[in-house]
């Protein structure tokens, strides 16, 4: 069986990307070895299977002798391993949650929903760094990739509702610490609402109110940038839809993508509001079908207001593989402007199911 190094696994994709893999009992299949930036020597994590104790995640020689390393570390590590590793002459499969590889010319971004049969054949021509893609914009693409293989995008706007918990797990935690501090500071009903509302607001500002993740409010607030400032006055978060995208679909022209990045108080899944400018026109019965028949994990929601409120939303969608698309209508600007709501679980197609696909096309090209 194939020996496979797996760094991060703590962290929030990596528990979900072992949770998976356990799932559906992929670990009888291989030889896995945990390491640690923190823990060498340590006992590893129960995946049902013999592992021997933790390694230490920056013995380069040691992971130099894995055929596969799949890493869910960050992308300071990438960054400080991954050229080390190819500079010592190393040949193995790199798999990768992190965004530091993703736009280098050797990398093959992978989303088995949209591009698993190109990620099949960049493995058999020697690609060898495999990189997840960017949560919102693979999710985005799993929902309306039937849109882009039928060639009817001339450009997409997305203003993302993104979760807390893809800011980290402590990020998670402080936004339920938000909502129970505020829940603590409510006056009494009685009181009315504009009692409330001053609690609140003086809540915000209070020395005491627990914003060391977020700097911000986030519970009873909205966040509208995440990520660093370019030059455009994009934030990066913003200017990975376009590039990542086309990157993935292996368009050329690339088809301009833009929007607007937030984060908002769910505490796991990201939303995305879509208006996409087609070519040209076409019924509404048809853009359904090209969706809906693009893969097996996206599924159309009628435009109701019972189905959009009962199947399109995070707490409908969180913990599965279902990547809902809904809301979708022909727009008062014309023909061709059509409107979409989605919504998916960002660890799951998001960030480690990606991974857990390409290991087993890795697999499946070593055994």
């Given at each position: ?13 990596g ?46 020689e040691?992971l ?12 300071d ?24 590889l ?21 493995i058999?021509g ?9 949560c ?52 009494h ?36 940038w ?21 990157k ?5 022209p ?26 040209k ?12 028949e ?12 019972e ?10 969608v ?13 727009m ?6 059509l ?8 660890l ?20």
């Amino acid at each position: 069986m194939t020996r496979v190094a797996f760094i991060g696994w703590r962290g929030m994709v990596g528990s979900v990307l072992l949770a998976r893999m356990q799932a559906e009992g992929d670990f009888k299949a291989l030889e896995p070895v945990f390491f640690s930036t923190s823990a060498a020597g340590g006992d590893p994590p129960d995946v049902g299977v013999p592992a021997p104790p933790l390694g230490d995640a920056h013995d380069l020689e040691a992971l130099a002798d894995f055929p596969v390393i799949v890493t869910c570390q960050g992308g300071d590590y990438t960054k400080a391993v991954h050229p080390r590793l190819r500079a010592m002459g190393w040949r193995g499969y790199w798999i990768d949650a992190a965004s530091a590889l993703r736009m280098a010319p050797t990398s093959t971004l992978i989303l088995d929903p949209v591009n698993g049969a190109q990620v099949q054949a960049a493995i058999a021509g020697g690609a060898r760094d495999l990189i997840g893609a960017n949560c919102t914009v693979g999710l985005m693409l799993v929902a309306t990739v039937g849109l882009f293989r039928a060639g009817l995008v001339e450009w997409v706007t997305a203003m993302t509702y993104q979760a807390a918990s893809g800011a980290g797990a402590a990020n998670m935690r402080e936004l339920v610490e938000q909502m129970g501090y505020l829940a603590g500071q409510a006056p009494h009903p009685a009181e009315g609402a504009l009692a409330l509302d001053r609690a609140v607001q003086a809540a915000f500002g209070h020395p005491a109110f627990p914003d060391a993740a977020f700097g911000h409010p986030l519970a009873g607030n909205v966040l509208p940038w995440i990520d660093t400032a370019l030059p455009s006055g994009q934030s990066r978060e913003e200017w990975k839809a376009q590039v990542e995208a086309n990157k993935l679909l292996g368009l050329d022209p690339p088809v301009p993508i833009d929007g607007t990045c937030v984060r908002v108080g769910a505490l796991r899944c990201h939303s995305q509001g879509l208006t996409i400018k087609l070519k040209k026109a076409a019924p509404l019965d048809e853009i359904e079908a090209l969706i809906a028949e693009a893969n097996p994990w996206v599924e159309v929601v009628p435009n109701t207001r019972e189905d959009s409120l009962a199947r399109l939303t995070p707490a409908a969608v969180g913990g599965t593989l279902r990547v809902p698309i809904g809301r979708l209508r022909k727009m008062t600007l014309g023909d061709t402007y059509l409107n979409a709501f989605t919504v998916g679980d960002q660890l799951l197609w998001g960030a480690a199911e990606p991974l857990r696909c390409a290991l087993q096309q890795v697999l499946a090209v070593s055994a």
